[in-house]
């Protein structure tokens, strides 16, 4: 039982691989037991506050105005599949987002503005943890749970075998264009 439960933990600690985009028509949501948002508006040019349990002892700091137009620069002059450019954007998400609707597209192409509103604009995975014990029999799993980013989020495993009902806690959060920071 003890094993189970280190196991679990690794598992835990490493699901960042079984996370996925989820498209909205091909994966029915399933409920979210429990989320507080995290992001608080401010005024007028000034990035939202967002901190999450997960985050709240590495929280993401303020995208300025003079970096938000050398990043939007840099990100006009990237190969069209992204750069660290749109992948540092993409790791401010609710701030760069505010800032695009603030500042502006400083100049950068219309089709590079749409493609950074649309990464920008994904608020959530679908998250999945499967745990095999060292038998190969699955104790664990939860499966397509809809999971929105910066939010604490309580999941309550779908299926358990012999092993008491539990759930995981914690918080996703999206630092690059392929890349989800998670802690449970």
């Known amino acids: 039982m003890l094993r189970a439960l280190f196991l679990f933990a690794g598992l835990a600690a490493l699901c960042a691989p079984l996370l996925w985009w989820g498209a909205e028509s091909a994966l029915a949501r399933a409920p979210v037991a429990q989320a507080k948002p995290a992001c608080k508006p401010a005024g007028p040019l000034e990035a939202p506050v967002c901190v999450g349990c997960g985050d709240a002892r590495h929280p993401t700091r303020r ?14 002059a990237e190969p069209a599949e992204g750069g660290s450019a749109l992948d540092t954007l993409c790791y ?28 920008l604009a994904r608020d959530h995975v679908y998250f999945s943890v499967r745990v095999i014990d060292e038998h190969g029999v699955e104790r664990l799993t939860l499966k397509n749970s809809y999971t929105p980013f910066d939010a604490n989020v309580h999941h309550h495993l779908n299926a358990t ?24």
Not at 92 to 113: I, K, N, S, T
Not at 175 to 180: K, P, Q, R, W
């Open 63 to 76: 995208l300025n105005e003079k970096e938000f137009r050398e990043l939007m620069r840099s990100y006009a």
């Open 161 to 184: 075998k012999d092993v008491p009902p539990c759930e995981i806690s914690g918080t996703l959060k999206r630092v690059g264009l392929h890349h989800i920071w998670a802690r449970f």
């Open 92 to 119: 401010y998400g609710p701030q760069a987002h505010f800032m695009l609707d603030a500042v502006g597209a400083c100049e950068v192409e219309p089709a590079r503005v749409e493609r950074l509103r649309r990464e």
